[in-house]
C-alpha cells in the first residue's frame, strides 16, 4: 500500500522560510503527479500547489511568488518550499498523489500531514 510521509513542519516566525517534503515508500511518485494541501483551524482542506510527472507546476492564489514546489523523482520526494511566511499560512499541510500524470481531479493517497504554526 503506497504511503505517503510529510515531514519539515513546526513553529517558525513570520517572514522566515520553511521546507516541506513529502516522501512515497513505494516509490510510485515517478508518473504521478503531486499536490500540497492545507488545513487551517476551523477551516477546510484547500489545494495550495501540484506537480506534474515532468515538472510542470500549478498554484492556487495564495501560493503563487511565495511557495514553489519541486520534486525529485530518484528520490521519490516531492517538495514545498516556504517562503516569507505569514501567520495566515498557520495550518496542517498535507501531500497527496493522484493516479495521472497532471494535476487535476481528485488525489488518491494522503499522507497523514504535517502541522506548520507561523508565529507574529
Known amino acids: 500500500q503506497v504511503r505517503l510521509v510529510e515531514s519539515g513542519g513546526g513553529l517558525v516566525q513570520a517572514g522566515s522560510s520553511l521546507t516541506l517534503s513529502c516522501t512515497d515508500s513505494?516509490?510510485?511518485?515517478?508518473?504521478?503527479?503531486v499536490g500540497w494541501f492545507r488545513q487551517p483551524p476551523g477551516k477546510e482542506r484547500v489545494f495550495l500547489a501540484g506537480i506534474n510527472w515532468n515538472g510542470g507546476r500549478t498554484y492556487n492564489d495564495s501560493a503563487k511568488g511565495r511557495f514553489t514546489v519541486t520534486r525529485d523523482n530518484a528520490k521519490s520526494v516531492v517538495y514545498l518550499q516556504m517562503n516569507s511566511v505569514i501567520p495566515e499560512d498557520t495550518a496542517v499541510y498535507y501531500c497527496?498523489?493522484?493516479?495521472?500524470?497532471?494535476?487535476?481531479?481528485?488525489?488518491?493517497?494522503w499522507g497523514q500531514g504535517t502541522q506548520v504554526t507561523v508565529s507574529s
Open positions: 497527496a498523489s493522484y493516479l495521472r500524470p497532471v494535476v487535476g481531479g481528485r488525489p488518491h493517497y
Open positions: 513505494r516509490r510510485t511518485f515517478t508518473n504521478n503527479a
